[in-house]
């Protein structure tokens, strides 16, 4: 679904998808070779993937900035089982404007980063990625263009990186993914793009030295065309998903080293969207979203062609379902992560796992008395748990951070 999310007191009303941003974190390759070792671990992995779909997801504690009435995580991303990074904003109670903030996980609990943004300025984190084992990137937008940070030391601090000199206005920067400590994606809009009005897509890359702006594929112009997932395979293999048009229908674009092109897509419906893509390989990709603003989506790629999967909706209470997050642990364990809006007041969550054949609802928390949603998620370790960030509301603070896990 579309809505209009507020900036600062006095900007523009940015429209996005319900869900706040997209995340992508780096894909894990379970296995090297075939031998019997892998073979076996192949067993124990499904096992364990196959515990954790029917167990589902779970609420686990975290924090929320002191003062506030306002927290949202939008991203989260790993670097072990002990050491996982979520960003997103807060607003202190009485005032206006939102800030950045991070969230680390130590094993045990999880605790508010500082994370440094222009003064007196709205600013939003909506997406992380871990480059290194201790080098992050996180993106979102500040009042007036995109905000980069970069953390060297495993998300416990974080710093401001420029954005591009040649940067359109109003830019903002929605998700991000990671090649290498020099080769990281991130992509979003602008709004002061070639009509000069409207909302264009915005891609940008890291060299290892600056973050550049790079053309996109020529698509028809609209004025309402959005990028909001990426996700890297390789170097020369990497996709982003977003919409386009007032009424959208999906978008899909692919790098091949060299150029951007636009690429076919199965879904033509209005307010249709996909909002998140997983690459496992040149021949193995998720993009989810949806369609019909009432329908979960779920597209696969085969290596020559995109096409649609089915997928499990919740039907009940008028529901209207999106899928915000997808995460690739290997080619028969898919995760999704989303909400469904239900009796159009209402969000709670949804969480949907591929088992190599089919696509399935699985369990998921629902901690807030109000609305519960989840925005992206990360595997912790091949074999281990998934977390899952997003929002509730109706407790203390108002709105809270929202962070699930599987088990088993």
Same mark, same amino acid.
């Given at each position: 679904m579309i809505f209009f999310s507020a900036r600062a007191e006095g900007g523009m009303p940015i429209p996005r998808p319900r869900r706040s941003a997209g995340n992508l974190t780096p894909v894990r390759r379970r296995f090297a070779s075939a031998g019997t070792a892998a073979l076996a671990a192949a067993i124990v992995l499904g096992i364990a993937s196959t515990a954790q779909a029917v167990t589902g997801f779970q609420a686990?504690?975290?924090?929320?900035?002191?003062?506030?009435?306002?927290?949202?995580?939008?991203?989260? @991303?790993?670097?072990?089982? @002990?050491?996982?990074?979520a960003v997103g904003f807060y607003?202190?109670?009485?005032?206006?404007?939102?800030r950045a903030f991070a969230e680390h996980w130590n094993?045990?609990?999880?605790?508010?980063?500082?994370?440094?943004?222009?003064?007196?300025?709205? @600013?939003?984190?909506?997406?992380?990625?871990?480059?290194?084992?201790?080098?992050?990137?996180?993106?979102?937008?500040?009042a007036s263009h995109s905000l980069i940070e970069q953390s060297t030391n495993g998300g416990l601090g974080w710093s401001v990186v420029p954005s591009p000199a040649n940067e359109p206005a109003s830019s903002q920067l929605d998700a991000i993914s990671a090649v290498s400590a020099t080769d990281i994606w991130a992509v979003g809009y602008?709004?002061?793009?070639?009509?000069?009005?409207?909302?264009?897509?915005?891609?940008?890359?890291?060299?290892? @030295?600056?973050?550049?702006?790079?053309?996109g594929a020529a698509i028809t112009v609209t004025g309402s065309d959005f990028l909001t997932g990426v996700s890297a395979a390789s170097s020369a293999d990497v996709w982003a998903v977003g919409r386009s048009g007032r009424h959208p229908t999906p978008i899909i674009e692919h790098w091949n080293g060299t150029s951007w092109t636009q690429v076919p897509q199965p879904v033509s419906g209005y307010d249709s969207s996909l909002n998140s893509v997983a690459a496992i390989s040149g021949t193995n990709a998720w993009a989810v979203g949806e369609q019909n603003l009432n329908q979960t989506v779920t597209e696969h790629w085969d290596g020559t062609s995109w096409t649609l999967v089915p997928s499990p909706s919740v039907t009940a209470n008028n529901a209207q379902d999106t899928l915000s997050g997808v995460s690739a642990v290997g080619g028969s364990d898919v995760w999704a992560v989303g909400s469904t809006l239900q009796n159009f007041t209402t969000d709670q969550t949804l969480a949907e796992h591929w088992d190599g054949s089919s696509w399935q609802i699985v369990p998921s928390a629902n901690p807030g008395p109000g609305s519960n949603a989840l925005s992206s998620l990360a595997q912790t370790a091949p074999g281990g748990p998934l977390r899952a960030v997003g929002f509730s509301t109706g407790g203390t603070p108002a709105t809270a951070t929202l962070v699930e896990t599987t088990v088993g």
């Open positions: 686990q504690a975290s924090s929320n900035v002191t003062g506030s009435d306002y927290n949202e995580l939008d991203g989260v @991303t790993d670097i072990g089982a @002990t050491n996982d990074t607003r202190i109670s009485g005032q206006l404007i939102f094993g045990r609990t999880w605790s508010v980063v500082t994370v440094p943004s222009p003064a007196g300025d709205d @600013t939003r984190l909506h997406a992380v990625a871990a480059a290194t084992t201790t080098g992050l990137w996180a993106v979102g937008s500040d602008s709004r002061a793009g070639s009509t000069g009005q409207g909302f264009e897509p915005l891609i940008e890359h890291w060299n290892g @030295t600056a973050w550049s702006v790079i053309p």
